[in-house]
């Protein structure tokens, strides 16, 4: 339904002078009178879809809300600024905690996040409803003067990076991720990235949506994918760093021999693996050593 | 729950020089590189509390999720810049309508409004969960040279004046109101406003939040109330008009000349009317005629 509703969007949202991007980025850009270094990005996290209060710690779904935002800014590689957060507390509570609890624990676990990033919290709107919990938070942030890191800059031969490791992040990962806002800015000051965007439907889906705005194919070096512990303990291990989601990780692609500087220098504190290709043709393979390709599905987190 | 937790928020969400007027207000101001000229609201709206999609079009859901946003810029005297939808749909959707004919149908109903007041659409989140449908909107406005609006500035002896009519805004009014951005800005540009908010909890309980803003008390004139035809409609209109909320007007403090030139002036396309003024004791009356004061509740609309 997303991908239809997108569409939708495309054609009748018209194209504002204050948004000169559009629609087809994690975040939009904002054209200010006369600046346009601001970054804006939402994220919605439900009960049921994107966590489970029954299991989960309030005080892990408070940062998440505000993680997952942080990493659509990286995703543009812009400096996080403030952020308002939105919350619909179930009116009964969860469990025996009220919704004032809930709401303080929320809060609990987004502040010290806020913290690190030096994110002004500039107000929000909580209120209970007759549903689930519900958490909306919107993000502000500022491009450095290298501009903004787009999905549409990718050019064939280009290489794909990504951070990090992939996959099982149902096992934990999704809560407890550090969105890659310091890796996404040293990358984009010290080296010239065509596109960028974060990992947060599975490779082979978001990948396939960075290729399409490049105007681009892809091939992914499967047997070449960085995988994560928890997609170790996990069935298909490689088919879970292709398609599992929530990765929050960056994926870049960037001129050979960047790619070669950048993974020689290894300028992170975490990883950084090459894990495919952008090609002329559109379309999007895998291969393994012997370099024969065979299609890639675009599967991963449909919302 | 929501004053409870606005206690806990205020003492636990640590002051940010990009925040610098904190949680107070309608909106937050932002400080930005060097800029002090953004403003950023966000409200809520769920189904079952703010509307009831069995019988609301999602239409005028969707024009009304934008037009609350608006509200509160014009509440600062904020210029709208640009907004942020993320929209969590009922999976089954509602009645015959799908989950994308519903996100289709919200857009079609705040696409218009936004058009009228040049907002940017600078993207969104759109999901399906098991719940109800919830909106949740961001806007971000400019402030002219004049700065913002609080509810901080009132002094005792200021008049209150109110924007349009109040009360019954359950009939209709809720979905149907144009926000007071344009009257805010003229207002704030040709008149001195001491303090300034929207009415959206209830005239009476929206009033001492101003008035302990100030550090004040108020006096309502009980019997000079702006009533709407829909509060005429309905059983004790003047309760109506003070507690009913969702009236969406202007509520602002000003000094005693500078509301007989506005009342002499009417410079508005609505009536402006005096409906009180601000008192040196902290507290909430009433008054009739004859002057004798008789303490008012605070109640309205609490979330």
Same mark, same amino acid.
């Given at each position: 339904m997303?991908?239809?509703?997108?569409?939708?969007?495309?054609?009748h949202?018209?194209?504002?002078?204050?948004?000169?991007?559009?629609?087809?980025?994690d975040?939009?850009l904002?054209?200010?009178?006369?600046?346009?270094?601001?970054?804006?990005?939402t994220?919605?996290?439900?009960?049921?879809?994107?966590?489970?209060?029954?299991?989960?710690?309030?005080?892990?779904?408070g940062?998440?809300?505000?993680?997952v935002n942080?990493?659509?800014?990286?995703?543009?590689?812009?400096?996080?600024l403030?952020?308002v957060v939105?919350?619909?507390?179930p009116?009964?509570?969860?469990?025996?905690?009220?919704?004032?609890?809930?709401?303080i624990?929320l809060y609990?676990?987004l502040?010290?996040?806020?913290?690190?990033?030096?994110?002004?919290?500039?107000?929000?709107?909580t209120?209970?409803?007759d549903?689930?919990l519900?958490l909306s938070?919107?993000?502000?942030? %500022?491009?450095?003067?290298?501009?903004?890191?787009?999905?549409?800059?990718g050019?064939?031969?280009?290489k794909?990076?990504?951070?990090?490791?992939?996959?099982?992040?149902i096992?934990?990962?999704?809560? @407890?991720?550090?969105?890659?806002?310091?890796?996404?800015?040293?990358?984009?000051?010290?080296?010239e990235?065509?596109?960028?965007?974060?990992i947060?439907?599975?490779?082979?889906?978001d990948?396939?949506?960075?290729?399409?705005?490049?105007g681009?194919?892809?091939v992914?070096?499967a047997? %070449?994918?960085?995988?994560?512990?928890?997609?170790?303990?996990?069935?298909?291990?490689? %088919?879970?760093?292709?398609?599992?989601?929530?990765?929050?990780?960056?994926?870049?692609?960037?001129?050979?021999?960047?790619?070669?500087?950048?993974?020689?220098?290894?300028?992170? @504190?975490?990883?950084?693996t090459?894990?495919?290709?952008?090609?002329?043709? %559109?379309?999007?393979?895998?291969?393994?050593?012997d370099?024969?390709?065979?299609p890639?599905?675009?599967?991963?987190?449909?919302?």
């Amino acid at each position: 339904m997303e991908a239809e509703f997108h569409r939708w969007l495309r054609e009748h949202v018209p194209a504002h002078a204050r948004a000169p991007l559009g629609l087809s980025d994690d975040a939009a850009l904002l054209s200010l009178a006369g600046r346009a270094d601001l970054i804006v990005t939402t994220d919605l996290l439900s009960d049921g879809v994107d966590f489970r209060l029954e299991n989960d710690d309030p005080r892990r779904v408070g940062r998440k809300a505000l993680a997952v935002n942080l990493s659509d800014l990286a995703a543009m590689a812009a400096r996080p600024l403030a952020a308002v957060v939105a919350i619909a507390l179930p009116r009964a509570g969860c469990g025996s905690r009220t919704p004032l609890d809930l709401a303080i624990a929320l809060y609990e676990g987004l502040l010290p996040l806020a913290m690190e990033f030096d994110v002004a919290l500039a107000g929000g709107d909580t209120n209970t409803h007759d549903g689930p919990l519900v958490l909306s938070v919107t993000a502000l942030g %500022q491009l450095t003067e290298r501009g903004p890191l787009t999905r549409s800059g990718g050019r064939p031969g280009d290489k794909l990076l990504v951070t990090g490791k992939l996959g099982g992040s149902i096992l934990g990962h999704h809560f @407890d991720f550090t969105p890659r806002v310091r890796e996404a800015l040293l990358l984009h000051d010290r080296y010239e990235l065509h596109a960028g965007m974060d990992i947060s439907d599975g490779l082979a889906l978001d990948l396939s949506r960075m290729a399409a705005e490049s105007g681009c194919g892809a091939v992914v070096y499967a047997d %070449q994918l960085p995988l994560s512990e928890a997609a170790q303990c996990l069935p298909h291990p490689p %088919q879970r760093a292709l398609g599992d989601g929530e990765d929050y990780e960056l994926l870049l692609a960037v001129a050979v021999n960047v790619a070669e500087a950048i993974l020689r220098d290894q300028p992170l @504190d975490c990883l950084i693996t090459c894990v495919g290709e952008l090609v002329a043709e %559109q379309g999007l393979w895998q291969s393994v050593g012997d370099g024969k390709r065979t299609p890639l599905e675009p599967k991963g987190w449909q919302h």
